[in-house]
């Protein structure tokens, strides 16, 4: 159950179109409040919001530094993380391929089906 | 051979995958609503599928049981919502494992040049839901990279 609500948190956070444009920035490099802010014409409150989901949801870590709030990319700053620490990431990508994977086997057997189906009447028996 | 396509929408909850076939749209639209041969394609290969009801209408029932060498027995039911050939189904999908959640599959085919494109439009109640569904291994790598994490953005995004 807790995978599934960490999971959960996971989709959510990524389910902002601000909040993917966040990622996508931190991902060239750490940036302040209002380094993030700025180009999205937001407030700092706002930013401030979308950057405390996307710390929830392990995607970001922020650092004080001085008067500024430094945000970075969480997971890359906990390489060698113990095996409790799940990153969101992995977690997602696993579930997707798994899905990925059920409706890849669903599909293949389909398509064996349909190709014997088509060989043993070439007029593909448009009947039935 | 493997040309599927996935792509997730986080915010709306859907999960759409895509797939052609060297086969007419008619052909393809039979055979997936055939009761006979469900057996032959619906379940994982490993486990048999037997159909206990499929009655293709719109309101009717589907269950179908699938059942493992050790001889546990998994149960998935539904209802058609809508039936309309060529190209368009939607049903109810339930594993019985985890009642209650119910998930929408609408199934669109579209024919070009003799090749069919199936679409599966997946919508789930919730992301919970589709965990419960699933069951899936959430043990992936722990490894993490930006890299990886530009490409799942753009798959997930749609870029």
Known sequence: MVQYQSLDRTFSALSDPTRRVILDRLGRGPASISDLAEPLDMTLTGMKKHVRILEDAHFVTTEKVGRTRV????????????????????ELEAWMESFRQMWEERLDR??????????????????? | MSSSTLVAEPGTQEIVMTRVF????????????????????WGPRRLATVVETMDVRPGGKWRYLQKDEAGNEFAFNG?????????????????????GHIAVDNVT???????????????????????????????????????????????????
């Open chain 1, 110 to 128: 389909l398509d064996d089906l349909l190709q014997d189906i088509k060989h043993q009447s070439p007029d593909n028996r448009h009947d039935s």
């Open chain 1, 71 to 90: 945000c970075r990319l969480g997971p890359a700053q906990h390489e060698g993380l113990p095996s409790g620490g799940r990153e969101p990431l992995g």
């Open chain 2, 109 to 159: 085919l579209e024919e070009h040049d003799g090749q069919t494109t199936l679409t599966i439009r997946t919508v789930f109640a919730s992301v919970e839901d589709r965990d419960g569904m699933l069951n899936s291994g959430m043990e992936g790598g722990a490894t993490e990279s930006h890299d990886r994490l530009a490409e799942l953005l753009a798959e997930i995004s749609g870029k």
């Open chain 2, 22 to 41: 060297d086969a007419p749209r008619d052909l393809v639209f039979r055979t997936m609503l055939d009761p006979q041969l469900i057996p032959k394609w």
């Open chain 2, 79 to 99: 209802e058609y919502r809508e039936v309309s050939p060529p190209d368009r189904v939607v049903s109810t999908f339930e594993f019985e494992g985890v009642p």
